[in-house]
């Protein structure tokens, strides 16, 4: 065998994009030196079908009845179906089909029985699975591989172009954030924020060039290109060009020479060096989202039942992967709107749930296979929320990343460094949203409590994090209203309470709760019933007592590290009338939005945390301003 073997994962990723003709030469070589058997054309394009065969991508082998097709279609079932009748319509005798797909076909060996048995001939499905792991069988199948499938991974080439993240209409570039990412992470602790920026900026702008080509670009070219994929770099790149240019061409660069310069002409290009980066680090991502595909796959293939088509796994992948997407996208969509300042009136972040349906909607799925594939691709989520593996956690991480960049330079590029250093100085005033978020975590291993976690990489970082007397109120308050509505409306038909109804619960503390219960964690015991679960937080008789109020907030002081400051705190320099006055303008949004009862305390306690924050955020820059200014005095 040859030493010049095939990643296998690169094998999946060039049939995910494969085109039938191609796929139908590579099956006809590949089964060839695998099985030592050859096979002649039929029907479909092959002059015009053979014998008056119509059948697509159809072989007959030189013994009678043997039958190969190659087929890149998702609907396998159906479409093994419709070539074994079809060939009986012609009148010839078939004893047995291999049928080869570029698609992932669960449970192959159910799907061959249950053919096999329907038409009592032998079915043998050979599937993106079987003809990955077999590639490296041979010198044959190797040279398959390099002639028809190994061009479909050129554009792992392209800057960018990994797909980690969808396209996003009116901000920046998809494959210039995509790259921005995997630049940054790259150069993680060698390099400040924005010189990073500015460093991928100038490396993605230069893609296409190459010195054997003799083609280049001038400072001018690379400026202009960056300034018309990102408008908002105009304001620090032009400061800044000409000294990256410089560094990023120097032999002691940190990360090596990135780039290759020539002072004479003015002319810069990447080097052979730079291109292999980008086609490894394309790869990489590229391997992780279709290892993430199988985790999903893993999970979904056990759920299907007897009647379910397989290509239900395949849709329910899809619809995974987008729906993760959109959640990010939408998150993305909300830091733009606070950036900005534009909020749209009555805008309210989707559920998981709603971004799900809203990608069975973009495949086109509707009515009762959305349904099925909704549930499927459900199942799948859950888990990656809840009990998420290595592969989903890394692959969200980087989804994270990508999508922050993209929805940050569509503002400012600057922000980025911003954000990277306020963290060191941050007050952070904890609302209510985020501390009932992650009481629902209690019962997640520590890997996915995804709040808790944000809160302690916080607190480590140096930030402060207050969590306010009113915080703790309202945090009580919604214990009280939970606790009743279990009470009143789910004790009684616990029994009959399933993860699927638990998942349309709208209260976030009782969906938690009997997801804990109904599907609990390794190694994380289940609560024995609603009392044990109030009872994590304060004891269940104590709730709607002052004394319940008092252990919730030694809770929350003692689990997450917070600073506790009291309402005299809090009001301390706050203009009473200017309270009443905001207050007043916050009620008023609160009812256009239709927003729960008890307005006037709750405008009253989001108008006392902004005046609180602003004082606060005055107070440090007029410090900052002081210790600057003593330090200029010697002092």
């Not at 199948?141 to 797909?163: C, D, K, M, P, V």
């Not at 509707?366 to 990656?384: H, P």
């Not at 980087?398 to 590029?413: G, H, P, Q, V």
Request: net charge negative.
């Amino acid at each position: 065998m040859t030493t010049q073997t095939i990643d296998f994962r690169a094998v999946e990723l060039a049939l995910e994009h494969v085109k039938p003709n191609d796929f139908e030469q590579f099956a006809q070589a590949f089964y060839s030196a695998t099985q030592g058997s050859s096979f002649v054309p039929l029907g479909g394009t092959h002059d015009g079908g053979a014998e008056g065969f119509d059948v697509e991508s159809l072989f007959s082998e030189e013994r009678p009845g043997r039958f190969m097709q190659a087929s890149i279609t998702p609907e396998t079932r159906a479409k093994i179906r419709g070539t074994i009748r079809r060939i009986k319509e012609f009148g010839r005798e078939i004893n047995s089909l291999i049928y080869m797909t570029s698609v992932v076909v669960p449970r192959v060996d159910a799907e061959e029985e249950l053919l096999s048995d329907e038409f009592r001939i032998q079915v043998r499905i050979r599937d993106a699975k079987y003809i990955a792991a077999h590639i490296n069988d041979s010198t044959q199948t190797i040279q398959a591989f390099r002639s028809f499938l190994s061009h479909y991974l050129e554009y792992l080439r392209n800057i960018g172009s990994a797909e980690t993240i969808g396209d996003v209409p009116r901000v920046a570039s998809r494959s210039l954030c995509v790259f921005l990412g995997q630049e940054l992470e790259r150069r993680r602790g060698n390099t400040e924020m924005l010189e990073g920026v500015t460093d991928s900026l100038i490396l993605w702008s230069l893609e296409g060039t190459d010195p054997d080509k003799g083609t280049f670009m001038t400072r001018d070219d690379i400026l202009k290109k960056i300034e018309g994929a990102l408008p908002t770099a105009v304001d620090f790149m032009r400061g800044v060009l000409d000294s990256r240019l410089e560094r990023l061409a120097a032999k002691d660069n940190t990360n090596g020479r990135e780039i290759r310069s020539y002072s004479k002409e003015g002319h810069y290009c990447l080097p052979f060096e730079a291109r292999e980066i980008v086609e490894r680090e394309n790869a990489e991502d590229e391997y992780l989202r279709t290892s993430v595909s199988d985790v999903f796959r893993s999970r979904i293939e056990p759920l299907l039942r007897a009647d379910d088509e397989p290509e239900l796994v395949s849709q329910a992948v899809r619809a995974c992967h987008r729906a993760l997407e959109i959640t990010y996208e939408t998150q993305g969509l909300e830091m733009a709107y606070f950036l900005n300042g534009d909020e749209p009136d009555n805008f309210t972040p989707p559920t998981i749930s709603d971004n799900l349906g809203k990608a069975l909607h973009d495949q086109g799925l509707f009515g009762a296979k959305a349904i099925r594939v909704g549930e499927l691709a459900f199942s799948a989520l859950r888990a990656t929320i809840y009990d998420s593996s290595e592969e989903e956690r890394v692959y969200l991480g980087k989804m994270s990343r990508t999508y922050i960049l993209m929805f940050l330079l569509r503002n400012d590029a600057k922000v980025v460094e911003y954000f990277r250093g306020m963290s060191a100085d941050l007050i952070l005033y904890v609302g209510t949203d985020i501390i009932i978020r992650s009481l629902s975590e209690y019962y997640l291993q520590k890997k996915d409590q995804s709040t808790i976690g944000t809160l302690a990489i916080l607190r480590e970082a140096g930030s402060k994090l207050i969590l306010t007397e009113r915080c703790v109120e309202e945090v009580w308050t919604h214990l009280k209203a939970t606790s009743a509505e279990y009470q009143n409306h789910y004790m009684e038909v616990e029994p009959y309470v399933d993860l699927d109804l638990a998942r349309n619960i709208d209260r976030i503390l009782i969906r938690a709760y009997y997801y804990a219960k109904l599907s609990p964690q390794d190694g994380v015991r289940s609560p024995a019933g609603w009392r044990s679960y109030i009872g994590n937080f304060c004891e269940f008789k104590s709730l709607h007592s002052d004394r319940g109020r008092e252990e919730i907030r030694e809770y929350l002081i003692r689990r997450f590290g917070l600073i506790y400051e009291p309402d005299s705190e809090t009001l301390a320099g706050v203009d009473a009338d200017e309270l009443k006055a905001l207050t007043k303008r916050v009620l008023g949004e609160r009812k256009k939005k239709n927003l729960r009862d008890k307005e006037e305390r709750l405008a009253e306690n989001d108008a006392m945390h902004v005046l609180r924050v602003y004082l606060v955020g005055r107070w440090a820059v007029n410090e900052t301003t002081r210790i600057r200014s003593d330090s200029r005095l010697g002092g």
